[in-house]
């Protein structure tokens, strides 16, 4: 999996580790950590699913995948800046869709039932805090298998963007058209990530016009990505497999 250095402290020791990418083992490295034998096989979760579909029946331009992160807004200086890029970062979301006429939809990060869906500190659950800046009719997904869902809506997606989730990361790793929309006051959430899949909200316009070129960049390739998508996916199953 993928461990992030501003959010991952502890060092750990590992016989075999399974990176999504090379990147991860100079990452780990730097941070600390003792691999005796790394893998960079990409994400087992995704390309189980990514395997399984049929077809590419896209449903939306855009989709938004929920960071939802509010439970320690009173103690964490993480949270408390996550969770206002979180709301900047919907607000430009919310106008850029009405401006653009974009067709659009949110997945959540949790399911109603677990314990992240509410957040005392905020005073509000997920649905609410989207409901306040998307409206009442616009359309929230239910995430009821956590994973699944979010791999199988980004392949109904031309274009999927979120905050920091690393299903964007996975996204992209199978050949999607995925973004991170850095709206934090810095690169130190992001710098782990790939840098052709994050974009800095300190030029908006430049942020409005990458959404609008990988929009239509999969509405023309879309039959192509979702090839790519499934030979990437039988490549890391293959690979795990071997190990």
Same mark, same amino acid.
């Given at each position: 999996?993928?461990?992030?250095?501003?959010?991952?402290?502890?060092?750990?020791?590992?016989?075999?580790?399974? $990176?999504?990418?090379?990147?991860?083992?100079? #990452?780990?490295?730097?941070?600390?950590?003792?691999?005796?034998? #790394?893998?960079?096989?990409?994400?087992?979760? $995704? $390309?189980?699913?990514?395997?399984?579909?049929?077809?590419?029946?896209?449903?939306?331009?855009?989709?938004?995948?929920?960071?939802?992160?509010?439970?320690?807004?009173?103690?964490?200086?993480?949270?408390?800046?996550?969770?206002?890029?979180?709301?900047?970062?919907?607000?430009?979301?919310?106008?850029?869709?009405?401006?653009?006429?974009?067709?659009?939809?949110?997945?959540?990060?949790?399911?109603?039932?677990?314990?992240?869906?509410?957040?005392?500190? $905020?005073?509000?659950?997920?649905?609410?805090?989207?409901?306040?800046?998307?409206?009442?009719?616009?359309?929230?997904?239910?995430?009821?298998?956590?994973?699944?869902?979010?791999?199988?809506?980004?392949?109904?997606?031309?274009?999927?963007?979120?905050?920091?989730?690393?299903?964007?990361?996975?996204?992209?790793?199978?050949?999607?058209?995925?973004?991170?929309?850095?709206?934090?006051?810095?690169?130190?959430?992001?710098?782990?990530?790939?840098?052709?899949?994050?974009?800095?909200?300190?030029?908006?316009?430049?942020?409005?016009?990458?959404?609008?070129?990988?929009?239509?960049?999969?509405?023309?390739?879309?039959?192509?990505?979702?090839?790519?998508?499934?030979?990437?996916?039988?490549?890391?199953?293959?690979?795990?497999?071997?190990?």
């Amino acid at each position: 999996g993928m461990r992030l250095r501003w959010y991952e402290k502890m060092k750990c020791n590992h016989d075999i580790y399974l $990176a999504f990418t090379n990147n991860e083992e100079k #990452i780990l490295k730097k941070s600390g950590w003792q691999i005796r034998e #790394i893998h960079s096989i990409g994400s087992v979760s $995704a $390309a189980r699913i990514f395997i399984s579909l049929k077809e590419r029946n896209l449903k939306r331009d855009l989709l938004i995948v929920s960071s939802w992160w509010s439970s320690d807004l009173d103690k964490d200086v993480n949270c408390i800046n996550h969770y206002n890029a979180m709301k900047k970062m919907n607000i430009f979301l919310n106008d850029l869709i009405i401006k653009n006429n974009y067709s659009a939809e949110i997945i959540l990060r949790n399911n109603r039932k677990s314990d992240d869906f509410y957040s005392k500190e $905020a005073g509000l659950n997920e649905e609410e805090f989207y409901r306040k800046i998307y409206g009442d009719n616009f359309s929230i997904i239910e995430n009821k298998t956590y994973r699944k869902d979010v791999y199988e809506e980004i392949n109904s997606s031309d274009l999927s963007v979120s905050l920091l989730t690393t299903s964007i990361l996975e996204g992209h790793i199978y050949g999607h058209n995925c973004l991170y929309l850095n709206f934090f006051n810095s690169n130190y959430y992001h710098e782990d990530f790939p840098k052709e899949i994050v974009i800095s909200s300190k030029n908006k316009l430049l942020m409005e016009l990458k959404i609008q070129e990988k929009i239509k960049d999969s509405k023309k390739r879309r039959a192509e990505i979702f090839s790519i998508s499934k030979e990437k996916a039988f490549h890391t199953i293959d690979n795990f497999k071997k190990i």
